[in-house]
């Protein structure tokens, strides 16, 4: 099992940037693929970007595509999402989550394959 407790949200204006961080505690960090979901108000959660375990393989939401970039550092057992260019349309609460799921490539797109989730940071950009 493992624990993910988010950081790193807040008020920022549009175009600007912020650094989400997600720390990991428990089971070997490295054994798991990881994700980055968004929930924004009266709306589904929403897939953001995902990550392997080794970090070989990324991928990222049409939405976030070119100003979002996902990354791992296991010797830190933390995941990282780093948001450029952020838009009004990106405010919402922002949640990682892990999965054990071995397939290949490792990059996992749907909220269902993870097995463990934070309790998310909220990110609102104002115009």
């Known amino acids: 099992q493992v624990q993910l407790v988010e950081s790193g949200g807040g008020l920022v204006q549009a175009g600007d940037s912020l650094r989400l961080s997600c720390a990991a505690s428990?089971?070997?960090?490295?054994?798991?693929?990881m994700g980055w979901f968004r929930q924004a108000p009266g709306k589904e959660r929403e897939f953001v970007a995902t990550i392997s375990w080794g970090g070989g393989s990324t991928g990222y939401s049409d939405s976030v595509k070119g100003r979002f970039t996902i990354s791992r550092d296991n010797t830190k057992n933390t995941m990282y999402l780093q948001m450029n260019s952020l838009k009004p349309e990106d405010t919402a609460v922002y949640y990682c989550?892990?999965?054990?799921?071995?397939?290949?490539?490792?990059?996992?797109?749907?909220?269902?394959?993870?097995?463990?989730w934070g309790q998310g940071t909220q990110v609102t950009v104002s115009t």
């Open positions: 989550a892990a999965t054990l799921a071995s397939g290949y490539p490792g990059t996992y797109y749907r909220a269902r394959e993870y097995d463990y």
């Open positions: 428990g089971r070997t960090f490295s054994s798991y693929a």
